[in-house]
Structure formats: structure tokens, C-alpha cells
């Protein structure tokens, strides 16, 4: 490592404390997580169970972590892939996991794999809210991320604390869409939610672009 990248890198800490792109990876693995376990849950457990309208949304934020590799991510300051895993490992898992899933789903159970990817009709109305959450959140932290404070450790925090909120509101949205819901006779209309944990985790995405 050269003298200039040396400097560079004891200004840099990413958020964590892991190597580039780890956080990305981990909301990138807990996006297609969520989505492969709502196509995968029986029709015993829930008939009528959509795939939300904002994963589709987010799932746009994978591809972004497919081409941040080279130019955001890996070996450009400290050598390490994200979470230290070999480098082209995480694509390879979010890539094969998914076509994997569709293939067996539509092998074993096509009925139940295009009433999962069909959008509830009752959702459709929500496109604009999310795309606007999704454009918004990606450009307010692609412009914020590239200020002169990039650096500072306070702006540091800031992105490690929007990473850990970003990942407690996946786990919310996987325990609302999952358990919650299916069980009660009124559901909890999550488009308020879904919207904020959209912009949020695309804000985290555009900063660390």
C-alpha cells in the first residue's frame, strides 16, 4: 500500500469497522433474504401472501452492490473483500440463491411462485410513494456522501448508526410481513413503514456510493 493510500485509509472508517462494502453486503443479503422466504413459505402458512411492493424496489439496490465492486468495494484501500469473505463469494450467493429458488418453485410449485411475484392489487397504488422514497433517499446520500465532510468521524457515526437502523427495520419489516400480518383478521397497513425503511436504506446505499 502506498504512502498516500496509508494516509487516506486513517481517515477512512467504514462503518463497523469491516472492510468495504460489508454493511452493503449484509442489506443486500437481508433484502434477498426476506424476499426468498416470503416466495418460499407454504400456502398452508398464508394463501394470499404477496411479495411486497418495496422489495422489488430495494432489490434494484443489489444490483447497485453488484457494480459497486472494483469501485466502492474490496481491495482498493484495505485488501479484505466485504466481511472478509472470499472476493466474489456474496454475488455468487445472491445470484445462484435466487435463481436456484425460482427454478425449484417453479419446478415443484408454479401456481403458488406467480400468485407470490403478482403484486396485490391493493399495493399497486403504492408505486409512487416508494419509487419517490427510493430516488429521494439514494440522492439525498449520493450528494450528501460525496461533501467535504465525507470524512469526518462524526459523519463516519452518522453512516454506521443509518446502517444498524437500516438493518433493525429489516428485521421489523420480516417480522410484520411474516408473522404479524398472516395472523391477525385486520392488517397492519405497512406503507408508511415501507417508505421510510426505503429511503433509509437507500440513503445508506447512495452515501456509500
Do not use: C
Not at 398452508?44 to 430495494?58: A, K, R, T, W
Not at 462524526?154 to 446502517?163: C, M, R, T, V, Y
Amino acid at each position: 500500500m502506498s504512502a498516500e493510500a496509508e494516509q487516506d485509509a486513517s481517515f477512512v472508517r467504514h462503518p463497523l469497522g469491516l472492510p468495504p462494502g460489508s454493511v452493503r453486503a449484509v442489506l443486500a443479503l437481508m433484502i434477498a433474504g426476506l424476499f426468498w422466504l416470503l416466495l418460499a413459505l407454504p400456502d398452508s402458512f398464508h394463501e394470499d401472501e404477496h411479495v411486497p411492493l418495496f422489495l422489488y424496489v430495494l432489490r434494484g439496490l443489489i444490483m447497485l452492490f453488484f457494480g459497486a465492486h472494483g469501485h466502492t468495494i474490496g481491495h482498493h484501500i484495505t485488501g479484505h473483500s466485504p466481511l472478509y469473505l472470499p472476493r466474489g463469494l456474496l454475488r455468487g450467493v445472491l445470484l445462484l440463491g435466487t435463481a436456484a429458488e425460482l427454478g425449484w418453485l417453479y419446478h415443484t410449485h408454479p401456481d403458488q411462485l406467480i400468485n407470490r411475484l403478482t403484486p396485490d392489487p391493493k399495493q399497486l397504488g403504492y408505486w409512487p410513494a416508494l419509487l419517490m422514497s427510493a430516488f429521494g433517499g439514494f440522492a439525498l446520500g449520493y450528494v450528501i456522501g460525496k461533501g467535504p465532510w465525507r470524512k469526518s468521524p462524526g459523519f463516519q457515526d452518522l453512516l454506521a448508526s443509518i446502517s444498524l437502523l437500516a438493518m433493525f427495520g429489516l428485521v421489523a419489516e420480516t417480522i410484520l410481513v411474516v408473522f404479524i400480518n398472516p395472523s391477525v383478521v385486520n392488517r397492519i397497513d405497512p406503507l408508511m413503514f415501507e417508505a421510510v425503511l426505503t429511503a433509509v436504506v437507500s440513503f445508506y446505499f447512495g452515501a456509500r456510493s
